[in-house]
Nanobody, 118 residues
Framework: QVQLVESGGGLVQPGGSLRLSCVAS????????MGWYRQAPGKQRELVAS??????????NYADSVKGRFTISRDNEKNTVYLQMNTMKPEDTDVYYC?????????WGQGTQVTVSS
């Protein structure tokens, strides 16, 4: 069992930055592939960024819409995954969810609201 707690969401102006954090507890963090998804009301949840487990090399993957602006990273000593969001746009407004995946196991955080508006 893995518990995920996100933080760092909030209101930011267009062009600004936010950093989301997700702290995982309850299992061996380094074994899990971690990711960030986002979802707007009435829309499907979409993958924003992911990072593989330590044993898989920590490779990253990004949605085309955030490439060059967002960076996912993990600190295995702190059991934390981050999403650094720069040059933010109004269309980045969503609820952002942290995920942890290991084989067929998939866990989700409770979500954190990100709003980009002037």
């Amino acid at each position: 069992q893995v518990q995920l707690v996100e933080s760092g969401g909030g209101l930011v102006q267009p062009g600004g930055s936010l950093r989301l954090s997700c702290v995982a507890s309850g299992s061996i963090f380094s074994m899990y592939a971690m990711g960030w998804y986002r979802q707007a009301p009435g829309k499907q949840r979409e993958l924003v960024a992911s990072i593989t487990s330590v044993t898989s090399g920590g490779r990253t993957n990004y949605a085309d819409s955030v490439k060059g602006r967002f960076t996912i990273s993990r600190d295995n000593e702190k059991n934390t995954v981050y999403l650094q969001m720069n040059t933010m746009k109004p269309e980045d407004t969503d609820v952002y969810y942290c995920t942890a995946r290991y084989v067929t196991l998939n866990y989700w955080g409770q979500g954190t609201q990100v709003t980009v508006s002037s």
